[in-house]
């Protein structure tokens, strides 16, 4: 059974700073693990997917790192924004096709 | 192209009645997911569709039936509510399962009294 944990479970940094979230899971047999954004009373929308086979993927500000090994992946926020205060999620869809997530973490950046 | 709905946006519900949430997708995608949102429990897998007749269980399946009759809709029913259902309910859906990002409505806000 696919297990996923993100810490931490808050965040708070002044802007300008670069951050680190982290994303754990169990089962190794991941196609991918995908990050999210939730905003406060909206959806959640998609910021990288990084297969498997795959160690790192960039987008813009963002890159999120994988290693399949150790079941951990990380994403990493350069130069943050008080516009990217958001909760983070992340997800790892397992063989049986059950996307099972992360409880997220909640990131503040400081004007 | 709208994406992903959900149908209601809020609901409130009195204990023991039953109810029906809708979502559509017009991306032709085959699968569909249904999640429940609590606070400090992060997304939780009620039952999913790989493609048109079919679902299979999540997580926590138990209070939830679904129904997959065409490729574009899956519907979340429950048929005796409890309190303990009042949480946000997300539909998303993907071309390939887990092989390809998760497309996700704006969410269903279910109040159980």
């Known amino acids: 059974k696919q297990e996923v944990t993100q810490i931490p479970a808050a965040l708070s940094v002044p802007e300008g700073e670069n951050l680190v979230l982290n994303c754990s899971f169990t089962d190794s047999a991941i196609y991918n693990l995908q990050w999210f954004r939730q905003d406060p009373g909206k959806g959640l929308t998609s910021l990288l997917l990084?297969?498997?086979?795959?160690r790192e993927q960039t987008s813009g500000r963002l890159n999120a790192s994988l290693d399949k090994s150790s079941g951990r992946s990380t994403l990493y926020i350069a130069a943050s924004q008080p516009g990217d205060s958001a909760t983070y999620l992340c997800a790892a869809p397992n063989r049986d096709d059950k996307i099972i997530f992360g409880k997220g973490t909640r990131l503040h950046i400081l004007p | 192209n709208a994406g992903v709905t959900q149908t209601p946006k809020f609901r409130v519900l009195k204990t023991g009645q039953s109810m029906t949430l809708l979502c559509a997708q017009d991306m032709n995608h085959e699968y569909m997911y249904w999640y429940r949102q609590d606070p400090g429990m992060g997304l939780r897998l009620i039952h999913y569709?790989?493609?048109?007749?079919?679902?299979a269980k999540g997580e926590v399946p138990d209070g939830y039936n679904v129904s997959r009759l065409k490729k574009q809709n899956f519907l979340l029913g429950l048929e005796s509510a409890a309190p303990s259902q009042t949480s946000v309910y997300f539909c998303a859906s993907s071309p390939h399962g887990g092989r390809s990002p998760l497309h996700f409505g704006n969410g269903t806000r279910l109040t159980v009294t």
């Open positions: 990084i297969q498997s086979s795959q």
């Open positions: 569709s790989v493609g048109e007749g079919t679902t």
